[in-house]
């Protein structure tokens, strides 16, 4: 058999990713805070490079029930320092006290940023180790040294670990009281007669048990609600026009500027290759920052146009809508529209909110199409909410008080909404209520 080399031609397409493209895919999945922070960092070691904020003189006014106009976000930097009034100050003050390094403390600031008004943690640990970069071992031992501070139960992930901190720490936790706690969900059933059971004692002893349970706090952070909170500015505002319809735009005093310094090029004699290319890097970084803002723009534009009946009548108004509706209408790919939604956030008359609440499926054709699946969870919490606690509404109650407003749903997915909602079964609302009045 006879070899012989052969010389072939040819042509292939392929997308190569390299680091100035993965750089302003990045972009796209910042805040505008988030945003500042990086050009920041790259004016300390960039001589060509500064950042200016597009500060405004007259900021666009929020519709009227928003509680307040865009002009407040320009005052950001002047509110007054809550203090321990602020349950996010009083929490980031005994953070610091702890004198941990740098490390430990970017891990608690992201155990920070997921405490809820309530105190507990809305995050789960693999969530926070993912965004912390850290290791689930120093999650969890993170989790437990800020789980000792003040109050008793902050941080904790469900009600009985926010009950059993409490307990722990006024010395409430007996071998009685950890089997209460262990058996919520029966307290919930108002089960009493199994509970005793389960425990091993008389109902005598059981109720000063509970009564010892109706005594502790779940929601620690409660007590703070009232102080001002830490507020982050919203990436884009909504402003109602004075002849009708809406307006978006960007938020001038949070949107970072990149200005490149031509200029001081020719100031610089020496390292010419290396002052072109910290200049060629700053031209580039300008172009991406501004290719940045024009997409958020336009995705926030068109669901602006998408979803004018939210903005004039609320969450229960929200229709159907999926990021390939907006991604085809803008002229963009998908995972862009993905990757903007989840980082930035839109002033609404209804308070700030990220761009993804805004997608939602529809409802099975098969059920009227009423409307979108948020929009019915929506109209689903606020009936609950003003039920009569003795006598609340049941699955099928729901269905035709639903059906009476116009909005068609079958029974199963009412339920189902309903546990997605995690509100318990009219059953267990009515056990719950009955307790409440018993102890």
Known sequence: MHFSPVILTGQRQSLVVNQQLQQAITFLQMSNAELQAFIESHADENPFVSLKLRHTGDAPRLPSGSGGTAQDWDRISALPDPGAASLYAHMAQQIAALGMGTQDMALAEVFLESLAPSGWLEAPLDD????????????????????????????????????????????????????????????????????????????????????????????????????????????????????????????????????????????????????????????????????????????????????????????????????????????????????????????TPYGVMPLKRFFSAALPAQEGNSGSAEAVRNRIRKLIQSETPTRPHSDEGLVQLLDKEGVSVARRTVAKYREQLGIATSAVRRRQAMLSSQL
């Open 128 to 347: 926070i180790a993912l965004r912390s970069g850290a290791s689930m071992d120093k999650v969890e031992t993170m989790l437990n040294r800020l789980q000792k501070l003040d109050p008793a139960g902050v941080f904790a992930r469900d009600l009985a670990e926010c009950l059993r901190l409490q307990a722990a720490e006024q010395g409430l936790l007996t071998p009685l009281f950890a089997k209460v706690l262990d058996n919520l969900q029966m307290v919930g059933n108002a089960d009493l007669q199994g509970l005793c059971r389960i425990c091993g004692v008389e109902m005598p002893h059981l109720r000063a048990a509970l009564r010892d349970l109706r005594g502790l706090d779940p929601k620690p952070g409660a007590r703070f609600e009232q102080a001002p909170m830490p507020i982050r500015a919203p990436d884009l505002l909504v402003s109602q026009l004075p002849q009708g319809g809406w307006r978006l735009e960007l938020n001038n005093s949070t949107m970072p500027a990149v200005m490149v310094r031509d200029n001081e090029s020719r100031s610089m004699r020496s390292g010419a290759d290396y002052h072109a290319e910290r200049l060629s890097v700053a031209r580039w970084l300008s172009r991406a920052v501004q290719y940045r803002n024009q997409t958020v723009l336009k995705i926030g534009e068109e669901i602006l146009r998408s979803q004018r009946a939210f903005f004039k009548a609320g969450p229960e108004h929200l229709r159907p809508m999926i990021m390939k509706d907006i991604a085809d209408a803008v002229g963009i790919h998908e995972s862009t529209v993905s990757r903007v939604s989840n980082a930035v956030t839109i002033a």
